[in-house]
């Protein structure tokens, strides 16, 4: 039964995609650039990245709209060492649909964007030994990075000119991504080939996912100031419905892009009610601080090194404040060789990683990378296959739990995600 689903998931994604590829055909990219910014800039929810990225995606025109499908799946299988190591086959995909046309002055857009791995990840998520974030049978999800729900994105978003080279853009939805983190990491082209989520993912990017969002921007040629107020409660273990709360959350973030290669962010919110409570206790609020710096470059035989370093930091009311560092780099030659690198490290305290003594703060470590080899594209979408490993570091007073101080784990995985089009 498993397995029908599993391959049925990523069957459905693949399908869907293959579909609209047969009808898309080359454009000029500028055609979908949003507001006077180019289309390369524009990340998850209203993020930014560097102007020198890659953009996959297969487009087409509908009349006065203009049509976007872009996604990755993965078909995996991973295998964590130690006492806290498992194993699993799955997949871990997403898919997203952009509808935009010229509305007045402006732009108007809409957004949906969805995952199969209610179905596809078995379980309380996938191995990924260190990761840490929402509960689920109960207790903190720990060692596993949970699955995405149903639904990702569902929201909409209006840029218009306000004349002095200044912008105004509004953005939000019933699901949707506040002005809060760097670009989330399935969309990061320092992440793109790498299965993995950051074990940093929650001092970061994860608020990607929040059940009501509204944000407001004024923004010119190399600069945006941001803010929204959003549900910032994390997502309950049922993937597939709508966890709404109250709108009472709030983030402010700041890009400045210096150049086409880099973009720079610094953002801050207050997340009400944010974490699963310790114990019988009440839910717990986070303020959480963030700041970022991405570094794209295309080269000679069009080689692209992406490159992202970010910081994040949460403190919990009642508790302890701790922080997280990421490093992730990919290097992807011709478009078919892709290496790519990861190193975190971040302080997680013992109700985190459900260890004793529960409010102690523990620093960890995580090293990871891969390779992934991108065929020959089929109507728009690249298939690969790639291969991955980790070492994921404990102090000395986790290494009975862990089995060692050091722990590796392997993956080797199949994946599909649109071809690079030409800007």
Request: with cysteine; net charge negative.
């Amino acid at each position: 039964m498993y397995r029908c689903l599993l391959v049925g998931g990523a069957l459905s994604l693949a399908l869907a995609a293959d579909s609209f590829a047969q009808e898309s055909h080359q454009h000029d990219m500028s055609s979908m650039s949003s507001g006077g910014i180019p289309a390369t800039r524009e990340g998850s929810g209203t993020s930014w990245q560097p102007d020198e990225s890659p953009m996959y995606a297969v487009h087409r025109p509908a009349g006065d709209w203009m049509l976007m499908v872009h996604g990755t799946a993965f078909l995996q299988y991973l295998d964590d060492g130690g006492n806290r190591g498992t194993n699993q086959a799955g997949s871990i995909n997403w898919i997203m649909g952009m509808a935009q046309r010229k509305a007045g002055a402006g732009q108007l857009a809409f957004r949906g964007m969805l995952s199969a791995e209610p179905w596809t990840i078995r379980g309380c998520g996938y191995p990924n030994l260190l990761a840490t974030g929402e509960a689920c049978d109960g207790q903190a999800i720990h060692d596993r990075q949970h699955p995405h729900d149903l639904f990702m994105e569902l929201a909409a978003q209006y840029s218009r000119p306000l004349g002095g080279g200044l912008h105004l853009q509004l953005y939000g939805g019933p699901v949707g991504e506040p002005a809060l983190g760097p670009v989330a990491f399935m969309h990061r082209a320092s992440a793109v080939p790498n299965p993995l989520a950051p074990v940093a993912h929650h001092w970061l990017d994860s608020t990607h996912i929040v059940y009501g969002v509204a944000t407001a921007a004024v923004y010119g040629a190399r600069w945006k100031a941001e803010a929204s107020v959003f549900n910032g409660r994390e997502p309950d273990e049922r993937r597939t419905d709508f966890d709404f709360g109250a709108v009472d959350s709030w983030s402010a973030r700041a890009w400045f892009l210096p150049s086409s290669h880099w973009a720079f962010q610094v953002s801050a919110g207050h997340l009400n009610d944010a974490e699963t409570p310790h114990d019988s206790g009440p839910r717990i609020d986070v303020d959480r601080m963030t700041t970022s710096a991405a570094y794209h470059r295309a080269t000679l035989e069009n080689t692209m090194w992406a490159t992202t370093v970010a910081w994040g930091r949460n403190a919990e009311h009642g508790g302890d404040a701790t922080n997280a560092l990421m490093f992730e780099s990919s290097v992807t030659m011709r478009d078919r060789h892709a290496i790519y690198g990861r190193a975190e490290w971040a302080k997680k305290s013992g109700h985190d990683l459900v260890v004793e003594p529960d409010h102690d703060i523990f620093p960890i470590a995580k090293l990871q990378g891969g390779y992934t080899r991108y065929l020959q594209p089929r109507r728009a979408w690249t298939p690969g296959v790639g291969a991955m490993v980790s070492l994921g570091i404990v102090p000395r007073s986790l290494e009975t739990m862990y089995g060692g101080r050091v722990n590796a784990g392997v993956g080797v995985y199949l994946t599909l995600r649109p071809a690079a089009q030409e800007k």
